[in-house]
């Protein structure tokens, strides 16, 4: 089973970049697609953007594509999400996961999930 532990949130003003981290650890992280999800207060956690195993393939989010950029450190075994140009809409709870399927444009979470970092952008 592997864990999952998010971190680098915090409040930034809009227009502003964080950069959050996921670092696993119990499993072979090179395996397996990763995946970034976050959850505003009051809604559904949503999909954000996705990683094949080696790192050359990549889908995004809509609200998120040209902002966003999703990458891993295999060697270690940690997951990226640079967020650019960010918006007050993308105040929420990040949370990694390790994907249970990552096929074309279709990705499918699985069950494990870090406790998540949030983030809060200010206008």
């Known amino acids: 089973q592997v864990q999952l532990a998010e971190s680098g949130g915090g409040l930034v003003q809009a227009g502003g970049s964080l950069r959050l981290s996921c670092a696993a650890s119990?499993?072979?992280?090179?395996?397996?697609?990763m995946g970034w999800f976050r959850q505003a207060p009051g809604k559904a956690r949503e999909f954000v953007a996705a990683?094949?195993?080696?790192?050359?393939?990549?889908l995004y989010a809509l609200s998120v594509e040209g902002r966003f950029t999703i990458f891993r450190d295999n060697a270690k075994n940690t997951l990226y999400l640079q967020m650019n140009s960010l918006k007050p809409e993308d105040t929420a709870v990040y949370y990694c996961?390790?994907?249970?399927?990552?096929?074309?444009?279709?990705?499918?979470?699985?069950?494990?999930w870090g406790q998540g970092t949030q983030v809060t952008v200010s206008s």
């Open positions: 119990g499993g072979t992280f090179s395996d397996y697609p």
């Open positions: 990683i094949d195993p080696r790192g050359q393939r990549t």
């Open positions: 996961n390790k994907a249970a399927a990552y096929i074309g444009t279709y990705f499918r979470p699985g069950a494990s």
